[in-house]
């Protein structure tokens, strides 16, 4: 495609990114700043002071954004693409992944496999604290599990109705995280320490964490509010996986096994169980493998 000499803005179908020809050829787009813009007034001002435009080329950039349609510009000035940026597996990224597809958001997928795009990532400055997962949306790079699951929570309404709710769906959610957390570490335990972990897991499990859940949903369809919120889907999650390890685990907690069938058979979720979904499935040896490499991480 032939480029005009002049700084433009080129449409593609549904973004938009600002060609800057005479500084080697860079694209900005905006999804790709490493800031946060609510506005994209501000993108340009970046833009120009980055490319030290003049400001008669400001002014062809600007009239570019002007002149583009309602959606290329609402997708340019809101970066409308959702990309993740993580390993091809689980990890901190798969309740990520399913509080998105629940909410219907689509999304792409950046899989690292190497170190040197690792390092790339922390040499652009896009990871704040130097670890993904990474979530680009809404014209910012959002890292920190917490922070991102939160934002796409409020953003789709499954964050309750008050803050109230909003707590105790932050105290189920992080009960239900730290059971995870414990099973996201299985794959990289030798093989002796194993064993050992997977007895731990499943005392706390029905010890401590299902319990808990079984008598919040014995009168309620969902953990808080009788609606759908994002500690209900990361619930969801979080059985499925312990069934993956402990077929028969909920065998003693029928309110927890219906609320897992109800909700698997919300479409969206139905969807997501499908195979040839965005799911991830459990980790291999590759997947581990992959994330010690990239992290230069010995387990
Ligand atoms: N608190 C962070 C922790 C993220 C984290 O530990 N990510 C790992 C990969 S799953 C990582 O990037 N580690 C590299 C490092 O900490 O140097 C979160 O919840 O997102």
Not at 205 to 219: C, D, G, I, N, Q
Not at 227 to 240: F, G, I, K, Y
């Amino acid at each position: 495609m032939s480029q005009p000499d002049r700084p433009h803005i080129h449409k593609e179908r549904s973004d938009a990114t600002v060609y800057i020809p005479r500084k080697s050829h860079k694209i900005f787009s905006y999804g790709h700043m490493t800031q946060c813009f609510t506005e994209v007034h501000f993108f340009f001002r970046t833009v120009s002071r980055l490319c030290k435009l003049t400001y008669s080329e400001f002014t062809h950039v600007k009239s570019a954004y002007l002149s583009l349609d309602i959606l290329v510009k609402y997708n340019f000035t809101m970066s409308g693409k959702v990309v993740l940026t993580y390993f091809n597996g689980r990890g901190r990224m798969e309740s990520i992944r399913w509080l998105l597809a629940v909410a219907g958001v689509e999304f792409e997928e950046v899989n690292i496999t190497k170190r040197q795009e690792y390092v790339k990532l922390l040499s652009d400055g896009a990871l704040m604290f130097e670890q993904v997962p990474l979530v680009e949306m809404d014209g910012m790079k959002l890292v920190q599990t917490k922070a991102i699951l939160n934002y796409i929570a409020g953003k789709y309404s499954l964050y309750g109705k008050d803050l109230k709710e909003r707590v105790m769906i932050d105290m189920y959610a992080e009960g239900v995280q730290d059971l995870m957390q414990l099973m996201m570490a299985l794959p990289f335990m030798p093989p002796d320490a194993n064993k050992t972990k997977l007895e731990e897991i499943e005392r706390k499990a029905t010890s401590r964490y299902l319990p808990v859940f079984e008598k919040a949903l014995f009168s309620s369809q969902y953990l808080v509010g009788n609606q759908l919120s994002c500690a209900d889907v990361q619930l969801l999650e979080t059985t499925l996986m312990l069934e993956e390890k402990f077929p028969t685990i909920l065998s003693k907690f029928p309110v927890v096994k219906a609320f897992q069938g109800r909700m698997k058979s919300l479409p969206a979720i139905h969807k997501f169980l499908q195979p040839g979904s965005k799911r991830k499935p459990q980790s291999d040896d590759i997947y581990v493998k992959t994330v010690c490499e990239v992290l230069d991480f010995k387990p």
